[in-house]
């Protein structure tokens, strides 16, 4: 270095650089190797978290949820093995539990649902794990039902199951069920088990349904507690419906069963523990759900006589269920809405059509309607869950003869009292008005004949020509004094404990509740 003199003349003087010691160049060389070691990991960092994405290219301390979020669903929607170990490494060995505002365990969440959705069963272990043991208290019920989804879209049943027992838990025992929070929880467990039951009946395993249903069952009554609407949880009936009806024709076909270590006892038709979990719900009274719950339970239906005596009845091997009522009260349209048939009773605007006792066999044997018609023999055994359905002629109005009026009576009170196989009657009153005095003589000779192990059942009819508007077209109504005459003319008759379903074929309500009384003759 050469200095200019502050005088006139020109002299310069050359001046040194000093001499650093030892201790100081060690100083300068552990500083520059610092330095140096600090930019390599910087450079490894970034190019540790370096992902396929134009958008996201790589993930740094400094990334927000944002960045991590679309890099993960564009590694879920591209099935990129590599992004998807990138964001795993970054989320699980660069950040903490408070990355992101504490959105991280959020994050895992939505990590493994999109390591599921390609079968990378590694790092989906990795993150519910890390979820559980650093943000449980931020579990989202949402986020364990997608993950719970995810599990079962790669078969992994029994993995979901422990999921659901162990992040959606019912609420606490006193605690209230109808906040935000807890209707939220429900919502999504019961959707969570629901596709869990889904998934064991395609699965063709019958045993772990059946238990799954009753689970179902006993949380429907927590949710009407909870005061959940049938729209808010929107349970997908339809197709755990479907599941049971393929999984019980495996059943039928010898390519299923239960499973020898498990004591869970089987319904005669799988389908029958979805309904009884149905009927604990809340009911949006859906069309389409009842059409596929009636075509599973009644696969095959034919007349097979009408009798006008006790000798003319077909022989008593199976359960009877009886619709029994007044003239034109409904009895053939609400047959023919439980069987989702539209003319397998006949219907008629003139009392009293039906003048004997009409028997249809429900899920007979393949070929009975050639024994029926031409006399044949033909091979095979009818349905496990097979049974009658039995229309009684009409009572009151019916334009006949005192004499034949008499042997109705007559006969229907020893069929009362004497059918051993009859399970269930069902005795349709007109829901417009209420019972008459040949509905209390019928309750009267049900009080009087009616063996204590078959169920008595009143329906009350027509419920939508009480109901205007929406109503009518999705519940109907029948008015308060109609309820109170039936109950008392019941207590009169000796049968007021009875149960009592509304119904109307016109708009489907009360199918279901039907259906878990006949559930009784099937089952006998």
Same mark, same amino acid.
């Given at each position: 270095?050469?200095?200019?003199?502050?005088?006139?003349?020109?002299?310069?003087?050359?001046?040194?650089?000093?001499?650093?010691?030892?201790?100081?160049?060690?100083?300068?060389?552990?500083?520059?190797?610092?330095?140096?070691?600090?930019?390599?990991?910087?450079?490894?960092?970034?190019?540790?978290?370096?992902?396929?994405?134009?958008?996201?290219?790589?993930?740094?301390?400094?990334?927000?949820?944002?960045?991590?979020?679309?890099?993960?669903?564009?590694?879920?929607?591209?099935?990129?093995?590599?992004?998807?170990?990138?964001?795993?490494?970054?989320?699980?060995?660069?950040?903490?539990?408070?990355?992101?505002?504490?959105?991280?365990?959020?994050?895992?969440?939505?990590?493994?649902?999109?390591?599921?959705?390609?079968?990378?069963?590694?790092?989906?272990?990795?993150?519910?794990?890390?979820?559980?043991?650093?943000?449980?208290?931020?579990?989202?019920?949402?986020?364990?039902?997608?993950?719970?989804?995810?599990?079962?879209?790669?078969?992994?049943?029994?993995?979901?199951?422990?999921?659901?027992?162990?992040?959606?838990?019912?609420?606490?025992?006193?605690?209230?069920?109808?906040?935000?929070?807890?209707?939220?929880?429900?919502?999504?467990?019961?959707?969570?088990?629901?596709? +869990?039951?889904?998934?064991?009946?395609?699965? &063709? #395993?019958?045993?772990?349904? %059946?238990?799954?249903? *009753?689970? @179902? !069952?006993?949380?429907?009554?927590?949710?009407?507690?909870?005061?959940?609407?049938?729209?808010?949880?929107?349970?997908?009936?339809?197709?755990?419906?479907?599941?049971?009806?393929?999984?019980?024709?495996?059943?039928?076909?010898?390519?299923?069963?239960?499973?020898?270590?498990?004591?869970?006892?089987?319904?005669?038709?799988?389908?029958?523990?979805?309904?009884?979990?149905?009927?604990?719900?809340?009911?949006?009274?859906?069309?389409?759900?009842?059409?596929?719950?009636?075509?599973?339970?009644?696969?095959?239906?034919?007349?097979?006589?009408?009798?006008?005596?006790?000798?003319?009845?077909?022989?008593?091997?199976?359960?009877?269920?009886?619709? +029994?009522?007044?003239?034109?009260?409904?009895? &053939? #349209?609400?047959?023919?809405? %439980?069987?989702?048939? *539209?003319? @397998? !009773?006949?219907?008629?605007?003139?009392?009293?059509?039906?003048?004997?006792?009409?028997?249809?066999?429900?899920?007979?044997?393949?070929?009975?309607?050639?024994?029926?018609?031409?006399?044949?023999?033909?091979?095979?055994?009818?349905?496990?869950?097979?049974?009658?359905?039995?229309?009684?002629?009409?009572?009151?109005?019916?334009?006949?003869?005192?004499?034949?009026?008499?042997?109705?009576?007559?006969?229907?009170?020893?069929?009362?009292?004497?059918?051993?196989?009859?399970?269930?009657?069902?005795?349709?009153?007109?829901?417009?008005?209420?019972?008459?005095?040949?509905?209390?003589?019928?309750?009267?000779?049900?009080?009087?004949?009616?063996?204590?192990?078959?169920?008595?059942?009143?329906?009350?009819?027509?419920?939508?020509?009480?109901?205007?508007?929406?109503?009518?077209?999705?519940?109907?109504?029948?008015?308060?004094?109609?309820?109170?005459?039936?109950?008392?003319?019941?207590?009169?008759?000796?049968?007021?404990?009875?149960?009592?379903?509304?119904?109307?074929?016109?708009?489907?309500?009360?199918?279901?509740?039907?259906?878990?009384?006949?559930?009784?003759?099937?089952?006998?």
């Amino acid at each position: 270095m050469r200095l200019q003199s502050s005088g006139s003349d020109d002299t310069s003087v050359d001046v040194k650089p000093k001499k650093l010691s030892r201790p100081e160049r060690k100083a300068l060389e552990r500083q520059k190797k610092e330095q140096k070691s600090a930019n390599q990991k910087r450079s490894q960092a970034r190019a540790k978290y370096n992902l396929h994405s134009n958008a996201v290219s790589e993930l740094t301390p400094e990334s927000g949820a944002e960045d991590v979020l679309r890099a993960i669903k564009r590694a879920q929607n591209m099935h990129d093995h590599h992004d998807v170990r990138v964001i795993a490494n970054f989320l699980l060995d660069e950040c903490g539990e408070d990355f992101a505002y504490g959105y991280r365990g959020s994050l895992l969440a939505r990590l493994a649902v999109a390591a599921l959705h390609f079968g990378n069963h590694e790092v989906a272990g990795r993150a519910i794990t890390i979820r559980r043991l650093e943000h449980r208290s931020s579990m989202l019920p949402m986020e364990s039902a997608a993950i719970i989804r995810g599990l079962l879209r790669s078969e992994n049943t029994t993995e979901a199951m422990e999921l659901l027992f162990d992040e959606l838990k019912l609420p606490l025992e006193g605690t209230p069920l109808d906040t935000t929070e807890n209707q939220e929880l429900l919502k999504h467990r019961a959707l969570s088990l629901g596709s +869990i039951t889904s998934r064991y009946f395609y699965e &063709s #395993s019958p045993s772990q349904a %059946v238990e799954a249903c *009753k689970m @179902l !069952a006993q949380m429907g009554p927590i949710v009407r507690e909870a005061k959940i609407e049938a729209s808010f949880i929107d349970m997908p009936w339809l197709r755990i419906i479907r599941g049971a009806a393929q999984c019980e024709s495996r059943r039928r076909n010898g390519e299923a069963a239960a499973d020898e270590d498990s004591d869970v006892e089987l319904p005669c038709n799988l389908v029958y523990a979805v309904l009884g979990a149905m009927t604990t719900f809340p009911s949006d009274n859906d069309d389409r759900v009842f059409e596929a719950l009636s075509n599973a339970l009644v696969r095959r239906v034919l007349f097979v006589t009408g009798a006008i005596s006790m000798a003319g009845c077909p022989p008593a091997d199976r359960g009877e269920a009886v619709f +029994i009522g007044r003239s034109n009260v409904g009895k &053939s #349209s609400l047959v023919n809405m %439980v069987t989702n048939r *539209k003319s @397998l !009773a006949y219907t008629s605007k003139r009392p009293g059509k039906t003048q004997q006792f009409n028997y249809f066999a429900v899920n007979d044997k393949p070929g009975r309607e050639k024994e029926i018609k031409f006399g044949d023999v033909v091979e095979g055994e009818k349905d496990l869950d097979s049974f009658y359905i039995v229309d009684l002629p009409g009572f009151g109005f019916a334009k006949v003869p005192d004499q034949q009026r008499k042997e109705w009576a007559d006969f229907m009170r020893d069929f009362l009292a004497n059918r051993r196989t009859l399970k269930v009657v069902f005795h349709l009153v007109d829901g417009r008005h209420g019972p008459i005095d040949e509905d209390a003589t019928i309750m009267k000779q049900v009080g009087e004949s009616l063996p204590k192990n078959v169920a008595y059942v009143v329906v009350l009819t027509k419920a939508d020509k009480n109901a205007k508007g929406p109503a009518k077209k999705k519940l109907g109504k029948v008015s308060i004094d109609v309820l109170n005459t039936l109950r008392e003319t019941m207590r009169e008759n000796k049968v007021g404990n009875a149960p009592i379903i509304v119904t109307s074929a016109e708009t489907k309500l009360g199918r279901d509740d039907i259906w878990r009384y006949l559930r009784i003759a099937a089952e006998a």
